[in-house]
């Protein structure tokens, strides 16, 4: 009773043929086949033109220096 015998999917395959007709289903194929393979190819290129990982910045290690060259955008000029 749970699963369904051969004859059903001969049933439901014929009802599916019938609404969407043989050219459609075949379009349909193609189509997903092609976006299948499209997405493999971009996979395989997405790896190899991966850039190589760049190490992360590092502190400034004399902070005054930094405050020196510092500006301050909000500044109001005094008048």
Avoid at 5 to 22: K, P, R, Y
Wanted: aromatic residues 6%.
């Amino acid at each position: 009773m749970g699963s369904f015998s051969i004859w059903h999917w001969l049933i439901v395959l014929l009802i599916v043929v019938m609404v969407f007709g043989t050219k459609k289903l075949k379009n349909m194929g193609s189509d997903l086949g092609g976006a299948v393979k499209g997405f493999k190819d971009g996979m395989k290129d997405g790896s190899a033109d991966a850039p190589p990982a760049t190490p992360a910045p590092t502190q400034v290690a004399n902070s005054t220096a930094a405050d020196k060259t510092t500006i301050d955008v909000e500044a109001k000029q005094k008048s």
